[in-house]
């Protein structure tokens, strides 16, 4: 399902030990082919936003309006597609015969006048590669004529992901695709996946991938796996369509596990005013992990290089770190407060910690508002590790609360942005760039005001710099871009740095992984 992260660093996503999802090779792998149907998809659309710049260059109206819509060799008479009829209508044009089409209408109906400076759709690919960062395309002798630079991201940060994630049926699916916008033409007017004509080609590549693919833990407990949008970037949760069908399936009595990625501040915040805005559910309760490692981090340990060996204050008792870190999940438990879910802490329990370690996060976490603290042991214990954790949960179930979402739809992006900074992260303030400013007043003007805010930041910090740990206060939070999903339905802005695609370290995962030509076992993937 994540091909990058497997062959990278990072890992697979199937957990690990005795609490994972099985069978963990094909998980992590091709699987049911979601992503590789969401890179073909996301490229076509490039591939179809290209050609027809190149196109309309070369041709004229006439030319470019008799090859969109040609003579049937039989009949000798014009037909439009049903795609081509909907852009017809969007263009004000109520006629149905491409013959009856004056000669104004045939050209704006051909030309789509895309601005080459405002293109936003790129290409993705499921490989850490930093090289594709940025590129130039169009070096062929007959494409010189339109070379641009543009880059590749991750192929979990694609729309199409997040569209797959957010949509209700495979009819609420492919009408999110024909809003995809993936270019402003040269009067700053939004060029949409429907008016290129794929929208339909887009929708049967993915019409399988709509699907959720039905697992199993080690334990034999079902498991729906079913889209991955990218956290820091898109909304980082798992599909509302595979939330309904658990629903279902576990009756009213039931209880479905669902996951929202990295902390309160991305994951559980992108979770409530995203998609439960989107999806109408609303969660009992929640649940925050945390590991005494983490928050000696956060508490000042010295620095954690993926892929070295972890110092010492990490794998021995040290309470003082310990305690310092602690501020961190408080801060998390009181973002948790502001949407009015109870929340419980699930201590990722290590071999290396310490009784005193556990018990001093409990006593914390419970202080800080906490509806219980649970230590849980499942990676070496299984279900039996996550018992006393699985009867905290239920007893936060029984209790009645009401989500808040933390902003109206009215409020201007500005203010709803201010709002989650100061609110979430802490900031005293936000900059915007003159890029970012710009672009909001464009997305205001369109129509694109009230959708719900997508912030893309690090998750190693609660402000936009990875090296700010515990809880950053009075910094500014820097929104150097703004870029729009209006399939998926956000605006989302780009606080600091953000990478959208991961490169591959000195020493990464592809050196452990191996093919057992005797068994056909898949050797050395975690």
């Not at 809003?179 to 339909?200: H, Y």
């Not at 595979?242 to 479905?256: E, I, N, R, T, W």
């Amino acid at each position: 399902r994540r091909v990058h992260g497997t062959f990278g660093i990072k890992g697979g996503a199937a957990g690990g030990g005795y609490s994972q999802v099985v069978p963990m090779e094909e998980f992590n792998l091709h699987l049911t082919g979601d992503i590789h149907a969401i890179v073909a998809a996301n490229n076509l659309i490039a591939a179809a936003l290209d050609a027809r710049i190149l196109h309309e260059s070369t041709q004229s109206d006439v030319n470019l309006f008799d090859r969109l819509c040609p003579k049937d060799v039989k009949t000798g008479k014009r037909r439009f597609s049903p795609i081509m009829i909907s852009r017809c209508q969007k263009l004000g044009i109520t006629k149905t015969d491409p013959e009856t089409l004056t000669q104004e209408e045939r050209s704006k109906f051909a030309r789509l006048n895309i601005d080459p400076t405002k293109i936003s759709w790129r290409r993705v690919v499921d490989t850490n590669d930093r090289f594709l960062r940025s590129i130039t395309i169009g070096q062929g002798a007959s494409e010189k004529t339109c070379q641009r630079q543009t880059g590749f991201d991750i192929a979990v940060a694609s729309e199409i992901m997040a569209v797959l994630a957010l949509s209700s049926s495979l009819a609420d699916m492919k009408h999110r695709f024909s809003k995809m916008v993936v270019a402003l033409d040269k009067n700053d007017n939004p060029v949409t996946v429907d008016d290129l004509g794929v929208t339909g080609a887009v929708t049967v590549l993915m019409k399988d991938a709509i699907k959720p693919t039905l697992m199993q833990t080690l334990e034999h407990s079902p498991v729906f796996v079913h889209a991955g949008p990218f956290a820091n970037i898109a909304h980082g949760n798992s599909s509302i369509i595979a939330d309904k069908l658990a629903l279902k399936l576990v009756g009213s009595d039931g209880f479905v596990v669902t996951e929202a990625g990295f902390g309160s501040d991305i994951g559980m915040e992108k979770f409530y005013n995203i998609k439960c805005r989107t999806s109408k559910l609303s969660p009992k309760c929640a649940v925050l992990v945390a590991t005494v490692r983490a928050l000696k981090t956060h508490g000042g340990g010295p620095e954690v290089v993926p892929g070295k060996p972890l110092q010492k204050e990490y794998v021995t008792e040290n309470l003082e770190l310990l305690e310092k870190g602690c501020i961190n999940m408080i801060k998390h438990i009181q973002i948790s407060g502001l949407f009015g879910i109870p929340v419980i802490v699930a201590i990722n329990a290590f071999t290396s910690d310490t009784p005193r370690e556990l018990e001093l996060v409990k006593q914390m976490a419970k202080n800080a508002g906490a509806f219980d603290a649970v230590v849980a042991t499942h990676h070496a214990d299984g279900g039996f590790g996550a018992k006393e954790l699985g009867e905290a949960v239920v007893r936060a179930c029984s209790k009645s609360s009401q989500l808040k979402l933390l902003y109206e739809d009215s409020l201007p992006l500005r203010e709803k942005i201010l709002t989650i900074a100061t609110k979430v992260y802490g900031a005293a303030d936000v900059k915007f760039s003159d890029l970012a400013n710009q672009k909001l007043q464009t997305y205001e003007r369109l129509g694109y005001g009230k959708m719900p805010i997508c912030m893309a930041k690090t998750p190693l910090s609660l402000s936009h710099d990875p090296l700010l740990k515990g809880v950053p206060t009075g910094f500014t939070l820097p929104v150097n871009d703004v870029r729009v999903s209006v399939g998926a339905g956000f605006v989302y802005p780009l606080c600091g740095d953000i990478m959208t695609i991961p490169g591959l370290p000195t020493r990464p995962g592809f050196y452990d992984i191996d093919l057992d030509t005797e068994t056909g076992r898949v050797i050395g993937l975690f």
